[in-house]
Structures are given as structure tokens and as C-alpha cells.
């Protein structure tokens, strides 16, 4: 993904009541952030935002956090937030493998929407369904783990799969062609542009018992 500067994009954030600035602030508290007590869930790797603003309207009584590595890029759904009254939704810049230090069993459910496929084998362990993470993501579940995952690459769908199962997921969903379903999943920039391409829209949902 080429991610181009945005002017004033340090202005923009900083006066976005969407925007939180120091979420470490916040680990254990998110409940206090948005003022209730309703169940959170969190989509990491955000992009400009299309997902989870159209999840935020479409389900008020949940609350919506999103966690995009690069303010040049959540710049754009902050921008797109100002034009919207929504409280159920809040947007962070961070690194998904830090997520630990910022929430702390909090979330039901986690959302990643295209992540970067890392292709190639050398860059396997980046791959955000890589053992590494899911160890993180543990620490951040109320309870038991949920993901839902889209992809329109073969080879991290594949992997994404495999490393789920041998962490212990059991599958509920998988759907190689997502778009031939009625399940409801708001579409995002790239799944519209992959999609034009003729790739087909690969979906899981899977889920964990703790211990």
C-alpha cells in the first residue's frame, strides 16, 4: 500500500473527538471511554475506514475501536467521521503487536479486513494470524476469542487457516467467495477494487474456548 503524507494531518487528529491520542491511558477502561458498559469489538488494520464507520452506524449499542499502524492513513476515516454524530466508535494509531499495552481483557471480538498477506515465506511471521499475534490477542478477549477475517489473497487466507486451527480455533464460517452470501459485511475500498480485478473475497469466522 503506498501511503502518501497528509497535510495538517497532526491538526486533524489532535482535534478528532474520534481520535485518541494516548490510549495507553485506557487499557482496562474502554467501557469509561465510551461511557457504557456495551460489549467492544476491534478491527485491526482499519484502513481509511469504510468497515467499521458503516459497522458503527448500522450497530449503536456496540462499541468500535480501530487500530491502523499509519496516522496518514486513519487521517482519512477521521476525515470521513467528522461528517458523522456517532459515539460508538473510536480510532487509534498503533502497532498491532503492542496491542497488549493498551487493552486488556476488553474486546468479543476482532475484526482483520485485508491485512497485508506478507507473501512471501520469509515473511510469514508478519502475517497478523501468525502465532505471535494470536498470543497477543489472547490478552485482549472478555472471554472467549472471535475473528472474523476477509482476504482476497489465497496464500495468507491459506496460512490464516492453518495457523487458526493449530492455535486451537474452530471454525464457524469460511466462504471462498464471499460475495455469492448473504452475509452481512460491509465492503471496504480495496474488497471493491479487488473484486473489479475478478478475485474472489475469501471470509472466515472463528472462534476459541478459553482456559
Known sequence: MRIRNIKNKEEILSNSSYYVKNPEKNKGKWSKVFDNKNEIHLEIGMG??????EMAKTYPHINFIGIEKYESVLVRAVQKLEKEKLKNIKLISYDAINLNDIIDKEITNIYLNFSDPWPKKRHFKRRLTYIDYLKVYDKLFVKDASIIL?????IFFESSLISLNNYGYIFDEIYLDLWETDVFSPKTEYEIKFSSKGYKIKYLKAHKFMV
Open 48 to 53: 481509511k475506514g469504510d468497515f467499521i464507520i
Open 150 to 154: 476477509k482476504s482476497d489473497n489465497d
